[in-house]
């Protein structure tokens, strides 16, 4: 822990890449849509594949993970952070940014994917009836209804959630033929809630991996959200207003794929869905500054 405290004091004050941090794979989604928004910034993308899913963890757990990758991603020099995750977003974004940041580095920030999805679904819906998919813990917390009610409270809002989705993707199942059975089944659950439903939010950024077959059940009438360029276009909005953040990124567009699970695996993936070839490195464990074994 103590080294990780010396390489994130030595890095403040220096501007480094972005961090984009998901459980897994489903923050790709988003680091693609801001690789495009942002070509000249440099990232690093942290998939904690070896701890997903975190959809059915408890609060504090993924309170803890989320703050070690946060923590981790400092040490590697990012001065912002994007939580490229529902679930990270809706159970550790707050505590993080009001309790751990003052104390780790006041002038650093961590960033979430609800709020900017809030903030725009006004624009989409024409009836007022809005739906969502997510992960059992995203749609427990309730962060949704909040920040919905808050923003935009003529909305009529339900939420579902779907447990086997993201095992699905992690276990590189989301083409095969089982993955149709789990998909109908919750979009004939969500559905069911409200019939009038006009725009679906994918409110778990793995779920764009399984956008054919959701496309494929749900109603064509019916509009499904994505969030990549939703945050995309959040962040470029985010850096004109803040000036002294926009200069504490680094400008060479390069990009590092981290993972805490198998790195082969990770970068077969993450090449197809990029589109072109990467190659993830391993962190064995995130509360030492720059260990890669693997
Ligand atoms: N991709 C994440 C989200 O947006 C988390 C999925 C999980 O690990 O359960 O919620």
Redesign the pocket.
Known sequence: MRLLADAIRATAGHPGPIGVF???Y??LTILRELRSALPWADFIYLGDNAR????TRSFDLVYRFTLEAVRYLFARGCQLVILA???ASAKALRNIQQHDLPQIDPDRRVLGVIRPTTEIIGKYTKNGHVGLFG?PG?VASGSYDIEIAKLNPEIVFHSHACPMW?PLVENLEADGPGADYFIKKEIDGLLGLDSEIDTIILG???YPLLYSKIRKYVPDNIRILVQGEIVAASLIDYLSRHPEMDRMVTRGGTLELLTTEEPDKFSGLASVFMGHDVCAERIADLTLPFPNIS
């Open positions: 998901d459980s897994g489903g923050g997903a899913p975190y959809g995750c529902n679930t992960t995203t993201v778990c950024t793995h």
